[in-house]
């Protein structure tokens, strides 16, 4: 595979569902569906890496009405064969460049999907493809993994996460190019099946600058879809960006403090978000580290 390349989701889509059955369990779902629910407000959502519709069949359910994009038809093809899964809009094509019909209020990509562009270039195009579909104070939710680098030692590249008796998965840095390529094993009836998914890794603070890129401003970042703190030791965050303007924070005493174009006294779309005498505030300023 070329630097440039994606990887294709065609080989696993057969047994996704099943591979990545513990990313489909109730209890991962709805907090995932409660967030982006309230986010997408009235207005329309766009699910980036669709995939076979483990988050977007659930938040039509919750009547948002949602479309994609995927590059990989095999993919889409397991979500047509669910109940509701005819009835989405999707675009295959690549979601760096690709885009969806009409405005849109809330675009997302979830479970490590903006990871799986190959370059900076194609990453930073992809905020600046989201931007320009967006609504004014429209929101881009991005789930992403936080590089696990401390779990390898100088000289080592690789970082085993599972080995269970379904098999085992481990991630090969390569920190020259930044790319991580995640190699997964599963031993079945069937015998053994793999897949490896490949990727640029990318920190928090590297997309925070190409959301400013493209005019865009961290709103949120949470440990988790429930509002768990982002700390040091978390290891997947959820961040929310926001088109709308973000106020000046109070000097040495709050990180941030973002205000939104929503009128005085309106409904807050996020749930992080509380109504002030501006418009929209955030309800979780941090605390300066410096
Ligand atoms: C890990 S799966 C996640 C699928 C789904 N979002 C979920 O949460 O189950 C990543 C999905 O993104 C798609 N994908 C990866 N890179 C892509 C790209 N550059 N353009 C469009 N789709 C892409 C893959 O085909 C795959 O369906």
Redesign the pocket.
């Known amino acids: 595979m070329s630097d440039d390349e994606?990887?294709?989701?065609d080989p696993v889509a057969d047994f996704y569902n099943e591979s990545?059955a513990h990313?489909y369990a109730e209890s991962v779902v709805t907090p995932v569906v409660d967030l982006l629910a309230e986010l997408a407000g009235s207005g329309r959502a766009l699910?980036?890496?669709?995939?076979?519709g483990?988050?977007a069949l659930p938040l039509v359910a919750r009547g948002v009405l949602v479309s994609g994009?995927?590059?990989?038809q095999r993919?889409v093809e397991k979500m047509r064969e669910k109940s509701g899964g005819n009835d989405l809009p999707v675009v295959i094509?690549?979601?760096?460049t690709s885009s969806a019909e009409g405005e849109l209020s809330l675009v997302y990509a979830?479970?490590?999907?903006i990871w799986?562009?190959p370059t900076q270039e194609?990453q930073v195009a992809c905020f600046q493809n989201v931007a320009r579909q967006l609504e004014p104070g429209g929101y881009f939710v991005i789930e992403l993994f936080v590089p696990d680098l401390l779990n390898i030692s100088p000289g080592h590249n690789i970082h085993p996460f599972r080995v269970d008796s379904s098999g085992m998965s481990f991630d090969l840095y390569d920190v020259v190019g930044q790319r991580l390529t995640s190699h997964h094993f599963w031993i079945g009836i069937q015998g053994m099946r793999s897949f490896a998914?490949e990727g640029r890794y990318v920190w928090p603070a590297e997309l925070d600058l190409m959301a400013q890129l493209a005019g865009m401003r961290l709103s949120d970042r949470w440990g988790g879809w429930k509002g768990e703190p982002f700390t040091e030791s978390t290891r997947s965050h959820v961040s929310v960006y926001s088109t709308g303007a973000v106020a000046p924070s109070k000097k040495g005493e709050y990180a941030w403090n973002i205000v939104t174009s929503a009128a005085p006294g309106s409904r807050c779309p996020s749930p992080g978000l509380a109504a002030t005498t501006s418009g929209c505030a955030s309800t979780r300023s941090r605390r300066r580290s410096s």
């Open positions: 994606s990887t294709s989701f990545a990313m699910e980036l890496g669709i995939g076979t483990r988050i994009i995927d590059a990989s993919m094509g690549d979601f760096a979830v479970f490590n999907a799986n562009l194609k998914s």
